[in-house]
C-alpha cells in the first residue's frame, strides 16, 4: 500500500513537472516566433469578458495584438463629423512619449514640467488678452486640463461659487447657511450647447436657462438681448459659444458683453461671461475679421475662457485651457493650495493626476507653428470649407433642382464648418442620416443629425434646438480640420456626386426603408422593450420591406444587425453620431 502511495506521488511530481516545462517550452517558443507563428495568433479568445491572463507574453505580441484592434476603427483623416486633431509630426510624438512618463500632480519631481505647463497658460493668456497678473507671480490665471469638458467645468463652478458669495452678500446671509446653499442657481445658455454643460448641469446641481436660436434666420447664433434677458439674481453667469458644434456659428460675444452689462446696471447683479471656445479659442485669434469683433478678455463682462487643445490648437493628445480674468472672487473659489519644493502652488484642476503629454504637445504646437503658422493654418481650412460650401451649393439632381441647402455662417467670422441639410423641395424619401450612411461606403463619415435634444435635467420631451425648425428636422456638418486638405476635398465632393444620384435611384427602396423604421418604433414601443434591442420579427419585415442584405440595411439605415443565439436583433446606432 505503502509502496503504491510512493508511486502515486512520484507520478504526480513527474506531471507538474512536465507541465512546467511545458509552459516554459510554450513561453520560449513564443519569444522566438513571430506574433503571426505563435498561438496567440490562433487562440480563441472572448474579448467581452476578458480576464488578465496568468502568463504574460512578449512585449511585441502585446503590441500586435492592440494594433489589431487599432486597425478595425475607422481612418479617423476621413471623419469629417469630429473636432480632434489626427495629425502629428514624429518630434510631436517623442515630445507626447516623454510626457507620458511624468505626473504632473508631482510638482516637487517635476518643477520643470509645471513651468511648461505654466508658460503655455500665459502664452494662451496672452492670446486671448487676459488683463495682465498682478499678484506678482508673473503668471496668468489658469490651468491645463484633460479637455474642454473639464475646463468647461471648472469654469462653471467657479462661478457657481462667486454667485454664491454675491447672492449672501446681497441678501446679507452667510454663504455657508441654509437659506443660500438650499438655492438651486442657474446658467444662461444656448440651447446648441455642447453635452460639456449636460455634466455640468447634472454634477453640479445647476439647472440651466436655454435661449433657442434660429436656424434658418440666424445661423444657430443666440440673440444677445433674448439671452441676457433671461438671466435672473439666481444666475451664475451666461455662457457664449465660440463655435457650437453642430454648424460652427459663433455667439456675438461682443454684443452679449453689451447686454449683460446693461442688465447689471438695471438689476443690480454681477452676471459675468464664460466663452466655451472649445473650437474657436484657436480659430478666432487668427482670423482677420475678428479683429473688429473683440470676443475674449478684451470684453469686460468676459470672466473666463475654455477652449481644447486637441481640437484647433492641434495638439495630438487630449488637451484643455482654462483661463481666468483673475484670481480674486473668481478662481480663488476653485484653488486648492499644494506644496512643493519648499514653495506652494495653486492646483486649479478636477483631478490631480494627469500625464504631462498634453502639455507637452500644445508647446510644442505653440513654438513649432507660432502665430503665423496657425494663421496660415485657419487661411487653408476657410478655404477648403469655402470650396465644399460651394461645391455643395451647386449640386443639382436630374431636374435642375439644388441637392443641399446651406445651414453654416458662411465663410467669414465663424469655425471652418459647412453645414447643410438636403433641400426640402427635394421631397426625396432619403434624409441627411440616409446620406452619411451611404457616403461611408466610400470610407468617408459625415455626421448627419436631428435638431432636437432632450432636457438634460428632466423630461422625455424631444425639445427642439432651433425656434423655427421642428425637433426631427436633419441636417449635416462636414468639420475642416487641418488633415482636410484641398486634394481631400475634392474627393470628398466627387463622393457626393456619386452618391446622390444613386439615392435618387434608390426610391423605392428608402420609402420602404422610413416606412420600416416607423413600423419598427411602433413595435419597440408595443414590446416595451429598451430602446436598445427591437424584436426579431421586425427585423424579418424591415429586410423583407427593404429588400436588401443586411450589410446594406446597416450602411444604408445606420441600423446594426448583430446575430445572437436568440436570432436576429436590430441595434439602433443613429444616436450618438456626432463626436466632440
Ligand atoms: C462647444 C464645445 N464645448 C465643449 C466641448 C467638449 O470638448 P472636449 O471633448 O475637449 O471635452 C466641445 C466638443 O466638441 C464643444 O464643441
Not at 424584436?535 to 444587425?561: C, D, I, N, P
Amino acid at each position: 500500500m505503502g509502496s503504491y502511495d510512493k508511486k502515486d506521488e512520484v507520478i504526480a511530481a513527474l506531471q507538474a513537472r512536465v507541465e512546467t516545462l511545458e509552459s516554459l517550452l510554450l513561453s520560449h517558443s513564443n519569444f522566438n516566433s513571430t506574433y503571426y507563428a505563435s498561438p496567440h495568433a490562433a487562440e480563441i479568445t472572448d474579448d467581452s469578458c476578458a480576464m488578465i491572463p496568468d502568463r504574460g507574453m512578449p512585449a511585441s505580441h502585446v503590441a500586435e495584438i492592440i494594433n489589431q484592434f487599432h486597425s478595425c476603427d475607422f481612418n479617423p483623416r476621413l471623419n469629417t463629423s469630429s473636432y480632434v486633431n489626427v495629425v502629428s509630426e514624429p518630434e510631436e510624438r517623442q515630445v507626447a512619449i516623454l510626457g507620458a512618463r511624468v505626473n504632473l500632480a508631482d510638482a516637487s519631481v517635476y518643477p520643470a514640467s509645471v513651468m511648461i505647463h505654466d508658460t503655455v497658460v500665459n502664452m494662451i493668456a496672452e492670446l486671448w488678452h487676459a488683463p495682465h497678473p498682478t499678484d506678482g507671480s508673473g503668471n496668468y490665471c489658469g490651468a491645463g486640463t484633460v479637455g474642454s469638458t473639464e475646463a468647461c467645468l471648472l469654469a462653471g463652478l467657479a462661478l457657481k461659487f462667486r454667485w454664491r458669495e454675491w447672492y449672501a452678500r446681497t441678501k446679507g446671509l452667510d454663504p455657508q447657511c441654509q437659506a443660500v446653499l438650499g438655492i438651486r442657481p442657474n446658467l444662461v445658455i444656448s440651447t446648441c450647447y455642447q453635452a460639456a454643460w449636460e455634466k455640468f448641469f447634472r454634477y453640479f446641481d445647476v439647472h440651466p436657462k436655454f435661449c433657442k436660436p434660429k436656424l434658418l434666420e440666424n445661423s444657430m447664433s443666440v440673440d444677445a438681448k433674448e439671452l441676457c434677458a433671461l438671466c435672473d439674481e439666481e444666475t451664475i453667469g451666461v455662457v457664449a459659444i465660440l463655435g457650437n458644434h453642430y454648424n460652427g456659428a459663433y455667439d456675438p460675444v461682443w454684443e452679449i458683453n453689451d447686454e449683460i452689462q446693461k442688465v447689471n446696471q438695471a438689476n443690480g447683479f454681477q452676471v459675468g461671461i464664460h466663452i466655451d471656445a472649445a473650437s474657436g479659442g484657436f480659430i478666432a485669434p487668427f482670423q482677420p475679421e475678428m479683429e473688429s469683433k473683440p470676443f475674449d478678455f478684451r470684453l469686460s463682462n468676459v470672466l473666463s475662457i475654455s477652449s481644447s487643445g486637441h481640437k484647433f490648437g492641434e495638439s495630438i493628445c487630449g488637451t484643455g485651457w482654462v483661463v481666468f480674468r483673475q484670481r480674486e472672487d473668481l478662481a480663488e473659489h476653485i484653488a486648492v493650495t499644494v506644496t512643493y519644493l519648499g514653495g506652494h502652488c495653486d492646483s486649479l484642476t478636477l483631478n490631480f493626476s494627469r500625464p504631462a503629454s498634453g502639455v507637452y504637445v500644445q508647446y510644442y504646437k505653440l513654438l513649432r507653428l507660432g502665430m503665423d503658422g496657425y494663421r496660415s493654418k485657419v487661411r487653408n481650412q476657410m478655404k477648403v470649407a469655402s470650396f465644399l460650401r460651394e461645391s455643395l451649393r451647386n449640386m443639382k439632381n436630374a431636374d435642375g433642382v439644388n441637392y443641399f441647402q446651406i445651414l453654416d455662417a458662411g465663410g467669414s467670422a465663424c469655425l471652418p464648418v459647412v453645414a447643410a441639410r438636403l433641400n426640402p423641395q427635394l421631397h426625396v424619401p432619403y434624409d441627411d442620416i440616409d446620406l452619411q450612411h451611404a457616403l461611408s461606403e466610400s470610407h468617408w463619415y459625415v455626421s448627419g443629425y436631428a435638431l432636437g435634444f432632450e432636457d438634460p435635467c428632466g423630461g422625455d420631451e424631444e425639445l427642439s434646438l432651433c425656434s423655427d425648425v421642428s425637433p426631427d428636422t436633419t441636417m449635416f456638418r462636414i468639420v475642416v480640420k487641418s488633415n482636410l486638405t484641398m486634394k481631400l476635398a475634392q474627393n470628398l465632393k466627387k463622393q457626393f456626386e456619386i452618391t446622390l444620384p444613386i439615392l435618387d435611384t434608390m426610391e423605392d427602396g428608402y420609402r420602404s426603408m422610413h416606412s420600416a423604421k416607423e413600423l419598427m418604433e411602433k413595435e419597440r414601443a408595443k414590446a416595451a422593450l429598451d430602446d436598445v434591442f427591437v424584436t426579431t420579427s421586425v427585423v424579418k419585415v424591415a429586410k423583407k420591406w427593404m429588400g436588401m442584405r443586411k450589410s446594406g440595411v446597416q450602411k444604408l439605415m445606420g441600423y446594426e444587425f448583430m446575430e445572437e443565439e436568440k436570432g436576429s436583433h436590430l441595434r439602433q446606432s443613429r444616436r450618438g453620431s456626432l463626436a466632440c
